[in-house]
């Protein structure tokens, strides 16, 4: 079992950044691939970023392209998801997802079927 613990979340104005951490604990980090989905309030979970068991692969929503970064620390268990220049429509919450892989290229994943442990999401709001 993977525990995924999300932290950072809050309340900001447009504009401004926001880092969110995901800390993992029960396998052996180096094993997972991980991602960021996020969930808006009546709409469905979508993909927001993802990187691999490296960090050596990164893959992003085309509407957080430029504005997000993804990194992990394999030392510290942690990935970590850099939001700048929020909108108003970044409002949601935001979920960390581990997919255990054997897989030792550079790969990511986008859909949540793959994923197979998640965390319990931190609510990001951004007002206008």
Known sequence: QVQLVESGGGLVQAGTSLRLSCAASGRTFSTLAMGWFRQAPGKEREFVAAISW?????????SVKG???ISRDNAKNTVNLQMNSLKP?????YYC?????????HVTFQYSFEYDYWGQGTQVTVSS
């Open 54 to 62: 490296s960090g050596g692969g990164t893959h992003f929503a085309d």
């Open 67 to 69: 504005r997000f970064t």
């Open 89 to 93: 429509e970044d409002t949601a919450v």
């Open 97 to 105: 997802a581990a997919h255990v892989s054997s897989d030792r290229r």
